[in-house]
């Protein structure tokens, strides 16, 4: 018989403009579920700050670097910048109000209580799309986590964000030289095309091992100077 070890506890739900956000505990982890499709939990996070990581590092001399970060998910990323005193500013969209709060409020603080008190973090509630083609900030690096990746989005709207047309706008917030760099829980060789379709260089596919399944992968790309 399940156990309640076994079995999800519901710590909280909200329906916003974009659907229903779950934040469940199950076991020793918090879940964040989006429409019912399981976005991503606290079980492990070496995907995510490996994804922070390899933008910095795509960025060799530039000095205290400003990196946007879609998505502010359950954490890790923004943490991971935050732990780093090489960025500079760091800002985080994110369009889910009820994820915000479950940072500032909740039981998500336990990993980014200290990465918000940062002078440098920034939370911008809004939606990633309408933001990179809005707003007048640049950065030298996009850190892209709002979905399972380029093939398996969260909601249909964000789909467009992976096409040549929503690429641009990526590249619209990057300085010359800046790097993209997108989460993926599957590697897409037909991403990389649309990278270099809509004139990004230097395109490639970096495995990063999980503690179970296959390999989640960061998509990095360079915007040209």
């Given at each position: 018989?399940?156990?309640?070890?076994?079995?999800?506890?519901?710590?909280?739900?909200?329906?916003?403009?974009?659907?229903?956000?779950?934040?469940?505990?199950?076991?020793?982890?918090l879940?964040?579920?989006?429409?019912?499709?399981?976005?991503m939990d606290?079980?492990?996070?070496?995907?995510?700050?490996?994804?922070?990581?390899?933008a910095?590092?795509?960025l060799?001399?530039?000095?205290?670097?400003?990196v946007?970060?879609?998505?502010?998910?359950?954490?890790?990323?923004?943490?991971?910048?935050?732990?780093?005193p090489?960025?500079?500013?760091?800002?985080?969209?994110?369009r889910?109000?009820?994820?915000v709060?479950?940072?500032r409020a909740?039981?998500?603080?336990?990993?980014s209580?200290?990465?918000?008190a940062?002078?440098?973090?920034?939370?911008?509630?809004?939606?990633?799309?309408?933001?990179v083609?809005?707003?007048?900030d640049?950065?030298d690096?996009?850190?892209?986590?709002?979905?399972?990746?380029?093939?398996?989005?969260?909601?249909?709207?964000?789909?467009?964000?992976?096409?040549?047309?929503?690429?641009?706008?990526c590249a619209?917030v990057?300085?010359?030289?800046?790097?993209?760099a997108?989460?993926?829980a599957?590697?897409?060789?037909?991403?990389?095309e649309t990278?270099?379709?809509?004139?990004?260089?230097?395109?490639?596919?970096?495995?990063i091992?999980?503690a179970?399944?296959?390999?989640d992968?960061?998509?990095?790309?360079?915007?040209?100077?």
């Open positions: 018989m399940p156990t309640s070890y076994d079995t999800p506890d519901v710590l909280d739900r909200r329906d916003g403009p974009h659907g229903e956000v779950v934040l469940r505990r199950h076991g020793d982890r879940e964040i579920i989006a429409n019912g499709c399981f976005l606290t079980s492990d996070g070496r995907s995510e700050r490996r994804l922070v990581d390899a910095l590092d795509a060799p001399g530039r000095e205290r670097p400003d946007l970060i879609g998505g502010l998910g359950v954490g890790f990323s923004l943490a991971h910048a935050a732990a780093n090489r960025w500079g500013r760091i800002a985080v969209v994110e889910e109000h009820a994820i709060e479950w940072h909740g039981p998500l603080s336990a990993i209580a200290e990465a918000l940062d002078p440098r973090t920034e939370i911008v509630e809004a939606d990633l799309v309408a933001y083609n809005e707003t007048s640049t950065y690096a996009l850190c892209l986590d709002i979905d399972n990746g380029p093939d398996w989005t969260v909601t249909e709207g964000n789909a467009h964000l992976y096409g040549e047309a929503g690429l641009a706008g619209r990057l300085r010359p030289g800046g790097v993209l997108v989460w993926s599957q590697p897409s060789p037909e991403f990389e990278l270099r379709n809509a004139g990004f260089q230097q395109v490639r596919t970096e495995e091992p999980v179970r399944g296959v390999p992968v960061v998509h990095l790309a360079i915007r040209p100077g």
